[in-house]
């Protein structure tokens, strides 16, 4: 059975200093590997995926993961926040058949509350 | 492209009651999947639709059930709600089934509140 800890509940930062969010998972099989953005009385937003490939992934807004295989982490990175950043981040995972084929189960983490001070 | 759409946003209920959510995924997205979303419980998996088949169900009682139409469309159905049914229910679309992208795209949720 897969399981995804994200070991920080909470992140208090202040703007402009950098931040990471863990997120450690367990699974017997190969997975798809997601973080997922959600703002108060929102839906959640797609941050970024690792498929396959490189083990960095980048988004658009600045945020980076790095996928490690050996330590089963996806640990989030933004090297400078802005207060626009305060959110809840959720870490999840997807199996994947040996085709490749990822079926329609997203496991999450319980969250982690960034909240970024001026 | 329209992104996936919830209906309704809110909605209070009795203890007793039954609800039926509705979601209609991205055009194109043939994978509908729904989540209960708590403070105490987090994110749960509840079931999802391809094709109009159940193929993945979480670990919920019998009386939460859904279904997808041809459209892609899905509704969710929960009967006899009990207070703690009270939670945002998510509906997420994705393409699967093959090379591509992977990822699910989440609608902004329906609010239900038990009371």
């Known amino acids: 059975a897969q399981s995804v800890t994200q070991l920080d509940s909470q992140v208090p930062v202040f703007e402009e200093a950098p931040v990471e969010l863990r997120c450690n998972y367990s699974?017997?099989?190969?997975?798809?590997l997601f973080w997922y953005v959600q703002y108060p009385n929102q839906g959640l937003q797609l941050l970024l995926k690792y498929l396959s490939g490189s083990t960095l992934v980048e988004s658009i807004n600045g945020f980076e993961a790095e996928f490690n295989k050996s330590q089963t982490s996806f640990h989030l990175r933004k090297p400078s926040v802005h207060i626009s950043d305060t959110a809840e981040y959720f870490c999840a995972v997807s199996d994947v058949n040996a085709g490749g084929t990822s079926y329609g189960k997203l496991t999450f983490g319980q969250g982690t509350i960034l909240t970024v001070h001026p | 492209k329209a992104g996936v759409t919830q209906t309704p946003r809110y909605l209070i209920k009795t203890r007793g009651q039954q609800v039926t959510l509705s979601c209609s995924p991205i055009s194109g997205h043939r994978s509908v999947s729904w989540y209960q979303q708590t403070p105490g419980q987090g994110l749960q998996f509840l079931f999802e639709?391809?094709?109009?088949?159940?193929?993945n169900k979480g670990n919920f009682p019998g009386r939460f059930s859904g279904r997808q139409f041809s459209n892609s469309r899905s509704e969710m159905n929960v009967s006899t709600l009990e207070l703690g049914d009270s939670a945002l229910y998510l509906c997420?679309?994705?393409?699967?089934?093959?090379?591509?992208?992977?990822?699910?795209?989440f609608g902004q949720g329906t609010r239900l509140t038990v009371v």
């Open positions: 997420a679309s994705s393409l699967l089934g093959g090379p591509g992208r992977k990822e699910a795209f």
């Open positions: 639709y391809f094709s109009e088949t159940q193929r």
């Open positions: 699974s017997s099989v190969s997975v798809y």
